[in-house]
């Protein structure tokens, strides 16, 4: 580690290789807690670049408990995280959403680490027993549309960089790599990220991968669809900008997206989203992210008409009846 931090410090760039070997040395603690603070830190002081943020991604595949769906139709719906923002949790509700609009959903997350409430937090709340035993997931996509992918199960390596994360509580490269190491790698993808530069990073590995995707950063900060403004939205099939407007839905205010400071403040949003109990905000937010992934899922589909579907599946009760799915 010496010697990498020395290059890294005379700022030069690791290669694609260098970088999963650094990460996989990481994940099988070859380093102390310093050692990799110092290392982490770097990527607070200078952009990643595209080679590092791959690297990296292949190391913690490569280290992933694997599940493999044979090329099965599924999406996630994901969000790096710090943005700083404290939403409620509009990713994780948008896939309930979207699994009870009748799509499948392999949803990828964790604890919050720069947020006070990530989506693994609000499903424990509300209930969901996390497991890595692909037979009972499998079962639960089967059933209920939807399963979730608990990222400690899956990147059980990844428990060694735990502490020194708590400890720094700030957005780090982890939070860029968390969307891109979905064990499933799902045929279709909805990423929200909290920078341009990630975002634009992000379209050039997914362009390497050949699969459908949809990168969103709203310019205000958000890492998703916030309705709050203008978001710029990158995906396999071009770049665009878009409003509430496109959405055919009223343009939000950023207080109306809090999420409370506890789990149990984001357990009763969501279930107030679901239960169709919510504000006008809480639910236009959800029905704009949950409508964006099934139009990366059915792009011939015009986005309103996605938006309709999703509106649909919270009024008739089916997203909610694929959480209690998952929960019992």
């Not at 599940?67 to 309930?96: M, W, Y």
């Not at 996509?141 to 509580?169: G, T, W, Y």
């Not at 064990?183 to 920078?195: A, D, E, M, Y």
Request: net charge negative; proline share 3%; hydrophobic share 45%.
């Amino acid at each position: 580690m010496k010697a990498i931090l020395e290059k890294l410090f005379a700022h030069e760039k690791l290669s694609r290789t260098e970088a999963k070997e650094v990460l996989l040395g990481i994940a099988q603690s070859a380093y102390n807690d310093i050692q990799v603070a110092s290392f982490v830190t770097v990527y607070q002081m200078r952009a990643i670049t595209i080679d590092e943020l791959e690297g990296f991604r292949d190391a913690l595949l490569e280290l992933a408990v694997p599940f493999s769906l044979e090329g099965q139709r599924t999406i996630d719906i994901v969000g790096t995280g710090g943005d700083g923002k404290n939403t409620f949790n509009i990713s994780t509700c948008s896939a309930i959403v979207v699994a009870g609009a009748g799509y499948k959903v392999t949803k990828h997350g964790s604890y919050g680490v720069s947020s006070s409430v990530g989506s693994s937090n609000v499903l424990q709340a509300l209930g969901y027993e996390f497991t890595n035993d692909t037979d009972v997931l499998r079962k639960q996509l089967d059933e209920a549309n939807i399963c979730f992918l608990h990222a400690p199960l899956f990147h059980p390596a990844m428990k060694a960089v735990v502490p020194v994360r708590k400890q720094l509580s700030m957005k780090t490269f982890f939070n860029m790599l968390g969307p891109l190491v979905n064990p499933v790698q799902p045929t279709h993808q909805l990423f929200g990220t909290f920078s341009m530069e990630l975002s634009r990073l992000y379209h050039y590995i997914m362009q390497a991968t050949g699969r459908a995707y949809t990168i969103v950063y709203a310019l205000d900060g958000f890492d998703e669809i916030s309705l709050t403004g203008a978001a710029k939205v990158r995906s396999s099939l071009g770049e665009a900008l878009l409003t509430a407007a496109d959405f055919d839905l009223p343009t939000l205010q950023i207080s109306d997206l809090y999420g409370g400071e506890t789990a149990e403040d984001a357990k009763k949003i969501f279930l107030a989203v679901l239960n169709d109990t919510a504000t006008e905000a809480q639910k236009a937010v959800v029905c704009a992210n949950a409508g964006l992934a099934i139009h990366t899922l059915e792009p011939k589909k015009s986005l309103l008409d996605c938006v309709a579907e999703a509106r649909e599946s919270i009024e008739a009760g089916a997203a909610l009846s694929k959480l209690h799915k998952i929960i019992n």
